[in-house]
């Protein structure tokens, strides 16, 4: 699969901010309120193109469905939809970025971070040097 060429809607950062607030709230669901349902999210609220995501309800199920579709780790199918990944210096607001164990949502609170969301829900976490991501539009 080629990956997709996206284009950022005018209103972009309205959206993800709309879209970062109703996820605050969301509790952690394998397959529905994971973090690759809420990068899938993000590029929607961004481009309004949402990426397919496969069906799974545990933690072994989503590591069965990458298999499935022939990626190694959740990384190499974020490559495969989004393009090549880049440096977390180079994304701004609003891009995809991967911090080794998740997908997040390059963000800025007080400075760059990733908002990502997992069982205690949407946390901002600052980047390190092996921090890679994924431009978005």
Same mark, same amino acid.
């Given at each position: 699969?080629?990956?997709?060429? /996206?284009?950022?809607?005018?209103?972009?950062?309205?959206?993800?901010?709309?879209?970062?607030?109703?996820?605050?709230?969301?509790?952690?669901?394998?397959?529905?309120?994971?973090?690759?349902?809420?990068?899938?999210?993000?590029?929607?609220?961004?481009?309004?193109?949402?990426?397919?995501?496969?069906?799974?309800?545990?933690?072994?199920?989503?590591?069965?469905?990458?298999?499935?579709?022939?990626?190694?780790? /959740?990384?190499?199918?974020?490559?495969?939809?989004?393009?090549?990944?880049?440096?977390?210096?180079?994304?701004?607001?609003?891009?995809?970025?991967?911090? &080794?164990?998740?997908?997040?949502?390059?963000?800025?609170?007080? &400075?760059?971070?990733?908002?990502?969301?997992?069982?205690?829900? /949407?946390?901002?976490?600052?980047?390190?040097?092996?921090?890679? &991501?994924?431009?978005?539009?």
């Amino acid at each position: 699969m080629d990956p997709v060429a /996206l284009t950022r809607l005018p209103d972009w950062d309205a959206r993800l901010a709309e879209t970062v607030s109703l996820w605050r709230a969301r509790p952690f669901a394998w397959g529905a309120a994971d973090c690759a349902a809420w990068a899938a999210a993000c590029v929607e609220a961004t481009t309004g193109w949402r990426p397919a995501l496969p069906r799974y309800t545990t933690e072994a199920g989503a590591a069965r469905a990458l298999r499935r579709l022939g990626h190694a780790s /959740l990384a190499e199918a974020a490559s495969a939809v989004l393009g090549p990944a880049v440096a977390w210096g180079a994304l701004r607001r609003g891009d995809i970025v991967w911090d &080794g164990r998740a997908l997040g949502c390059w963000w800025y609170e007080a &400075g760059p971070s990733g908002l990502f969301v997992g069982p205690e829900g /949407l946390v901002a976490a600052v980047p390190v040097a092996d921090w890679r &991501g994924w431009k978005v539009g």
